[in-house]
């Protein structure tokens, strides 16, 4: 499923990387301790976390994830933003829980693996 298609279902808010909706996402993986993502999260997913810091930006281009979620409204720094521009970086936000993410993201991915 194609990122925007995610977008548009869940109602996020794109913060950073529009150019980059166009990605296709190949499951999700929630966790808010940044070597959780390293060690478990895989290339083309999108990572839910209520972490909004530039080292998010770092660790999902590393992995090469499709973007990163938000959760609960937290607030993602503007360098963080910048960065993720730069890097082409999808990251969107929700007030919605990390909970009810996950599961919605589930709902959409889940029969497709």
Not at 85 to 109: K, Q, S
Request: aromatic letters at 4%.
């Amino acid at each position: 499923m194609k990122l925007h298609e995610i977008v548009e279902t869940l109602a996020l808010t794109v913060r950073a990387g529009r150019r980059s909706l166009d990605t296709e996402v190949t499951g999700g993986y929630a966790a808010d301790l940044l070597s959780c993502a390293m060690a478990g999260a895989e290339p083309g997913n999108l990572w839910l976390t209520l972490q909004g810091h530039l080292n998010v930006v770092a660790v999902a281009t590393l992995n090469e994830l499709a973007g990163v979620i938000v959760t609960e409204g937290k607030p993602v720094s503007p360098d963080a933003l910048a960065k993720a521009d730069e890097e082409g970086l999808p990251i969107l936000t929700t007030t919605l829980g990390t909970f009810e993410v996950a599961g919605r993201l589930w709902a959409l991915l889940g029969a497709t693996r």
